[in-house]
């Protein structure tokens, strides 16, 4: 059984940055994409970034140039380095790997943007 664990979320100043990462526990062997998605309190889950196997990366046009998506594939970890944030990146992140016959999904994160 695979369980994906997020960490690093909290509360942040607009303008201030957050690192969460997600890290797998128990045995991938092969994941494809990974991604970041996030919702925010009446609001549809939407999706944040993504890194492709080959470490091409794309973004959400809210988040392109204040967010960077990565990952350790030794580790089986994903990294969303965020900056420049603003209040209405509040919301919970989760994150998302794309395996051969599924996807899994992270429990949740709350990143909360306040002055």
């Known amino acids: 059984q695979v369980q994906l664990v997020e960490s690093g979320g909290g509360l942040v100043q607009p303008g201030g940055s957050l690192r969460l990462s997600c890290a797998a526990a128990g045995t991938i062997f092969r994941i494809n994409a990974m991604a970041w998605h996030r919702q925010a309190p009446g609001k549809q ?3 944040v970034a993504t890194v492709t196997a080959g470490g091409n990366t794309m973004y959400a046009d809210a988040v392109k140039g204040r967010f960077t ?34 996807h899994y999904w992270g429990q949740g994160t709350q990143v909360t943007v306040s002055s």
Do not use: H
């Open 45 to 47: 889950r939407e999706w």
């Open 69 to 102: 998506i990565s990952r350790d594939n030794t580790k089986n970890m994903l990294m969303l380095q965020m900056s420049s944030l603003k209040p209405e990146d509040t919301a919970v992140y989760y994150c998302y790997f794309n395996v051969d016959f599924g």
